[in-house]
């Protein structure tokens, strides 16, 4: 089969749980931020918060723009790594059931990486990192007759805090480049950024075709509090450049259209995880069905406020999936 995106990340089931700002405070965590954690941290967390109502639902940066392209319609493939434990099983059932090709559970004695998510009340999410058997991804895992003849290849920052996982990311973007496929690269977040600012920089300019990013990732990146100015330093690193800027929309750049901006679509926004996600997955859709930059953001600024209008970060299955549908209801805003 030809696949219109390949992805690959960490798979990792999402436990979302309600807080106030006082618990993340008390927590000493990074608020919007993402911490790598161990098992028996995220259990400590969980179990204050024992009464709390939970969400389980299958996550993980790619994944999510990945089956987010499914619902559009979009034929997609996903390379991760889950156990054949519950959590396991739950996440191929639910790639599976949304279209998405996935290699299925492994083995090996690690069992699947979580997430423990904690919104507050502003819809914020701060994240605690288990990555599991997902860390055990690597070069191996990166199967060459999926990615033949995909349309667009697309990879998470956060493959950069494993040697191994990184080597699989570098693997996958050197077959994509062999086969002269699009690669399409997330920073996923600005702790990515800041821990391995050097190495992304070079992995961006000699492999990466579209470059996905929000502002304070960009300014990260570019060393600076201007986001003009970093918007002008990372359009010189890719050929396309998308910056999702919270309620303030998005930046958009390629070698016809020096710069354009994309409102949002009017939403109450109860969650932002994988509003940077689904962003990408509208954009790759739109790019892939090669509509123009300015109606690709915009489907990809439909599928952000669609995720946000819920909790975990998936696309919700009942959202508009017609590209041309939202394009109009973008003008008419």
Not at 121 to 130: A, Y
Request: hydrophobic share 40%; charged share 20%; aromatic share 8%.
């Amino acid at each position: 089969m030809k696949y219109d995106l390949v992805g690959i990340g960490n798979a990792l089931v999402d436990i979302e749980v309600r807080v106030d700002d006082e618990f993340i405070k008390q927590n000493s965590l990074t608020k919007g931020g993402m911490t790598l954690s161990c098992e028996e941290d995220q259990e400590k967390i969980l179990n204050t918060l024992q009464g709390h109502s939970t969400k389980i639902s299958s996550g993980g940066s790619a994944a999510n723009t990945v089956h987010g392209l499914s619902v559009l319609g979009g034929n997609a493939y996903y390379l991760g790594r889950v156990a054949n434990d519950l959590y396991g099983r739950h996440y191929t059932e639910d790639m599976q059931s949304g279209g998405v090709g996935f290699p299925g559970p492994g083995d090996g004695t690690s069992g699947t990486g979580t997430c423990v998510v904690l919104v507050t009340p502003d819809s914020e999410r701060t994240m605690l990192t288990h990555l599991g058997v997902s860390s055990a991804l690597h070069s191996n895992n990166v199967d060459e007759t999926v990615i033949r003849d995909a349309g667009v290849v697309y990879i998470e920052g956060y493959l950069w805090t494993g040697d191994e996982t990184h080597n699989a990311a570098l693997k996958l973007a050197e077959v994509a480049r062999k086969d002269k496929i699009p690669v399409a690269f997330t920073l996923s977040d600005a702790f990515v950024v800041n821990s391995f600012r050097d190495q992304l920089i070079d992995f961006i300019r000699w492999n990466v075709d579209i470059l996905f990013c929000n502002d304070v990732e960009a300014m990260a990146m570019a060393e600076t509090d201007d986001i003009q100015k970093a918007f002008d330093v990372l359009k010189g690193m890719a050929d396309t450049l998308f910056v999702t800027r919270g309620k303030n929309g998005s930046w958009a750049c390629n070698p016809s259209n020096e710069k354009i901006e994309v409102g949002v679509f009017p939403t109450k926004a109860v969650d932002t995880t994988g509003a940077g996600d689904l962003f990408a997955a509208g954009t790759l859709f739109g790019i892939i069905k090669q509509h123009s930059l300015e109606e690709s953001a915009i489907i990809g600024s439909y599928c952000a406020s669609e995720v946000v209008s819920q909790m975990g970060g998936r696309m919700p299955a009942h959202s508009n999936a017609d590209a041309k549908s939202i394009i109009e209801k973008y003008k008419g805003l």
